[in-house]
Nanobody, 111 residues
Framework: QVQLVESGGGLVQPGGSLRLSCAAS??????WGWYRQAPGKQREWVAG???????DYADFVKDRFLLSKDTTKNTVYLQMNSLKPEDTAMYYC???????WGQGTQVTVSS
């Protein structure tokens, strides 16, 4: 059974940075990435990386967020820079197919 363990969320001031981590049990995946969900809004895709290392980002995080993968640790990282209050959300790691979700980690951007 696939298990995902997320960490790295927290409270940060606007303009600050956070790094989220998502560690997976030892199964190879085709796609790995992050979604987020703000209160009262639908879950939205943030970024993803394929098994070949190709990354893609939602327009609202391009040039601010960086997704990387450490295959030796079976972990992906989401480096989030220049954070804005509108980035406040629960961030969920996912892998697939089939899609498996992490438990989520809260990111709050506020002064």
């Amino acid at each position: 059974q696939v298990q995902l363990v997320e960490s790295g969320g927290g409270l940060v001031q606007p303009g600050g940075s956070l790094r989220l981590s998502c560690a997976a049990s030892g199964v190879r995946f085709v796609v790995w990435g992050w979604y987020r969900q703000a209160p009262g809004k639908q879950r939205e895709w943030v970024a993803g990386v394929s098994s070949s290392g190709i990354t893609d980002y939602a327009d609202f995080v391009k040039d601010r967020f960086l997704l990387s993968k450490d295959t030796t640790k079976n972990t992906v990282y989401l480096q989030m820079n220049s954070l804005k209050p509108e980035d406040t959300a629960m961030y969920y790691c996912f892998v697939g197919p089939p899609v498996t979700w992490g438990q989520g980690t809260q990111v709050t951007v506020s002064s």
